[in-house]
């Protein structure tokens, strides 16, 4: 027997996510839509912009509104780290599906338990996007060497398990140094700005600067061409790699190729895949797994990757 909400024409979908300032979070709008498209879905894609308090109130004015005009399911990637505990409690009492992205969370279990809606996570595989970003720096810097790490949010599972993933697979030759950012370009471009001005920074050595988020590195890399504009010692900057996560085909892969980026990792969008699964759910009853994980891989790959360091460094001089 199929839930009650099931016998609707047309599903209708809110998707929760972040910032429109990160191109990983516009590309998963973008699987979306897509997704929705092909599956005669009505999705609604509503951002955050970063700001937690915003997210929650925007998600229960979905779940508060007249029973005709609620959405059968709710996609959520949350800002903060608990991932919006009882706004999901809120979502399943008012027989609303629940999907969070990019967190594992306990309250799903019980949310399971307790409510006959479909709830469950689909994630990244952060640590292992740690772990290859741990193994890029050690195919870039074979002889070790000095990192600027700039993560996201303390808070968020996909900074900590991304942190514990690349110190796993690191040598012990390569030092690390880390700076904070907010996910965005504009996080990244105002914290590295801020360092070049301290003096301690014209006496640091850094080799490789490293970010949890291509829009992070990106922004990292135009302060670091910036000072080199305006002081001495340009060339110190802006022969250094930069690499990054996420590999969006039309920005961190299309930069690795330009040479803006050395390196990135790609995280496939998981907006399309949560969508594909609410449908099934709601659609046929069929019960999905509490927790999906995609994997990520290196982009380019690893061997290839260490082949263009060791080039890199022939050309110049070993330096």
Aim: with cysteine.
């Amino acid at each position: 027997m199929g839930l009650s909400f099931c016998s609707m024409e047309r599903l209708r979908v809110v998707v929760s996510l972040i910032t429109q300032d990160n191109d990983f979070q516009m590309e998963q709008a973008v699987a979306a839509e897509e997704a929705g498209r092909k599956l005669g879905v009505d999705v609604q894609v509503v951002f955050a912009d970063n700001d937690s308090i915003q997210q929650s109130q925007q998600i229960l004015g979905f779940i508060q509104t007249n029973s005709q005009a609620r959405p059968d399911g709710i996609i959520c990637e949350p800002v903060g780290g608990p991932g919006l505990p009882q706004v999901a409690r809120a979502a399943a009492a008012a027989g609303i599906a629940w999907v969070i992205m990019n967190r594992n969370v306990e309250y799903i279990k019980e949310l399971r338990k307790n409510y006959e809606v479909p709830c469950f996570a689909v994630v990244s595989d952060h640590l292992e996007i740690g772990k290859i970003q741990g193994k890029q720096l050690a195919a870039l810097l074979p002889n070790g060497g000095s990192v600027l790490y700039i993560q996201g949010p303390a808070e968020t599972d996909a900074c900590k398990l991304r942190t514990a993933g690349l110190y796993d697979t690191k040598p012990e030759t390569i030092q690390i140094k880390t700076m904070k950012g907010s996910w965005t370009e504009a996080s990244a471009f105002k914290a590295v700005n801020s360092w070049l001005r301290l003096s301690t920074s014209q006496q640091a050595h850094i080799d490789v600067i490293a970010a949890q988020n291509d829009a992070m590195a990106a922004g990292a890399k135009k302060a670091f061409q910036q000072f080199s504009d305006e002081e001495a010692g340009r060339e110190r900057w802006t022969a250094v790699p930069f690499i990054g996560v996420d590999g969006v085909p039309k920005t961190g892969q299309a930069w690795v190729r330009n040479g803006t980026l050395t390196a990135t990792v790609i995280a496939p969008p998981l907006a399309g895949t949560a969508l594909e699964m609410l449908v099934r759910a709601l659609k046929t009853g069929t019960v999905q797994p509490e927790l999906t994980s995609l994997t990520p891989r290196s982009y380019p790959d690893l061997q290839q990757l260490a082949k263009s360091a060791v080039k890199q460094a022939h050309v110049g001089g070993g330096a």
